[in-house]
Structures are given as structure tokens and as C-alpha cells.
């Protein structure tokens, strides 16, 4: 290799999880963890960046399980009475301005009650 290059892609990296040493997309202590921390910072807001002048509202730091998250933004849904998906990194995405909505929504829930 010459002087000036540089590592692109490589396989070996520090993916695994500490406590079962198994890859994160395959850890079972995730699975487990599904309650939210008291240190989580839940965040609420309304974006229109990159969607052509429409918004959506993004509800993002919600540590819950994938199936457990899509049963919140397919109640959240329901509730607002719009369209909406979940988003890799754990975002709920609901289409236009719903943040009032939701959060009433959120704070009402005793699963959901540490925000």
C-alpha cells in the first residue's frame, strides 16, 4: 500500500454486545431492556427538511423493543388520526404537525409514564 492511503471497509469491528458477546442486531439483552430510563431524553418535534414542503412530526428516544414501538406509533396513529412509520433509530414519523397530539398522547400512558 502506498503512503497515502487509507482503510475504507473492514469487517472486523467492536459490533458485538458486552454481556452475551453476540452481534447487536442478534443481542437478546436488548430484547429485555424494553423500559424506558429515567435519563432518556424524549424528544417531540416537527421537520420539513428533505420532504418537499410537507412535514412530519419525529418522536424520537423512545427505548423500546421493535414490536413495542410498533404498537405505540400504531396507537399514536390511530389517536391522531394520520398516516405515520417507524424510522431506523427508534423515530416514529406521523405526517404533518401532531405534536400537541402526541404528546398528550405519551403522557397519558402508564408504560410511557417516565417522560
Known amino acids: 500500500?502506498?503512503?497515502?492511503?487509507?482503510?475504507?471497509?473492514s469487517t472486523d469491528s467492536d459490533n458485538t454486545c458486552i454481556t452475551c458477546?453476540?452481534?447487536f442486531r442478534k443481542?437478546?439483552?436488548n430484547k429485555e431492556q424494553s423500559k424506558l430510563s429515567s435519563t432518556?431524553?424524549?424528544n417531540i418535534y416537527f421537520e420539513r427538511k428533505g420532504r418537499k414542503g410537507s412535514g412530519v412530526t419525529v418522536i424520537s428516544g423512545l427505548?423500546?423493543?421493535?414490536k413495542e414501538?410498533?404498537?405505540v406509533a400504531a396507537n399514536l396513529k390511530k389517536h391522531c388520526g394520520v398516516g405515520g412509520s417507524v424510522k431506523n433509530n427508534n423515530n416514529i414519523e406521523l405526517q404533518?404537525?401532531?405534536k400537541i397530539k402526541a404528546e398528550a398522547y405519551l403522557s397519558t400512558h402508564e408504560h410511557l409514564q417516565n417522560l
Open 96 to 98: 404533518g404537525d401532531q
Open 40 to 42: 432518556t431524553a424524549l
Open 27 to 29: 443481542c437478546a439483552c
Open 69 to 71: 414501538l410498533r404498537k
Open 63 to 66: 427505548l423500546l423493543s421493535k
Open 1 to 9: 500500500m502506498s503512503g497515502n492511503s487509507r482503510l475504507v471497509y
Open 21 to 23: 458477546e453476540k452481534p
